[in-house]
């Protein structure tokens, strides 16, 4: 994109980021609902997630520009050939470090209003701190968009000569390319600080039920003690006391 509106786009971007990390996304529905949850300040994993979009997506498609397309990139009003090096890199650093302002800002201007309630705080600070410089950034990209959409160098369109419309050429394809690739990386963003659990929060496991009584069992019937054995030794069948027999005479 532009190098004349690549920070302001970071801010919003951040500032976008950070109304979609307000968001109770941890509950089905949330995101519909627009529950914003908020915080003090940053927390460390939203942050961490925004500068690696930053650091990742937003500076690399930046780069891409002010190195393949640099007098496109200054809208051709300025030789790039006259430009030091150091300033391409303080730009970069400054389209990376946008982003990460533009998040906490929104987290710090809703911390310190106190008024209203905390969904109307935050749409404000949207409104405010996302919708101030993308309108700046869009009214730059209409005022120069003759010579946006030009395509050679910066001598070629000062003397009118050997330009190419950006439609249809490789310079098109790449903003096309490119800009794709930085709303498939917001994305993942977005999607990554509405799944995540906030930091703090006990988990609660689904209620199952009382647990079942435990019946008492009834004790086992005690086994008959065995019986003594008799002293008497066993009787034959005609035979009497002491082994005499039975029969008469």
Known sequence: MPAFVAPLVGFALGALLAWFSAVAAHRPGALRAAEPRLSPGPSGRPLALVTLFAVLVFAPVCAYFLVFAPD????????????????DLLLLLLDAASVPAGFAAVQAYVATAGAGPAAQRSVRALALLAGAPLSMALIAVIALSRRLALDGTYRQVEGDFGVH?????????????????????????????????????????????????????????????????????????????????????
């Open 165 to 249: 419309p950006v439609a249809g050429g490789p310079l098109g394809y790449a903003l096309l390319w490119m800009y794709t690739l930085l709303a498939a990386g917001f994305a993942v963003t977005v999607s990554a600080l509405l799944r995540r659990d906030p930091g703090g929060t006990p988990k609660t496991e689904p209620h199952r039920g009382a647990p079942p009584r435990a019946v008492p069992s009834e004790p086992a019937p005690a086994a008959a003690p065995p019986r003594p054995a008799s002293e008497h030794p066993p009787r034959r069948l005609g035979l009497g006391k002491g082994g005499r027999p039975n029969r008469p005479g």
């Open 72 to 87: 496109w990139s200054f809208a051709y009003l300025v030789d790039t050939r006259r430009i030091p090096s150091a300033i």
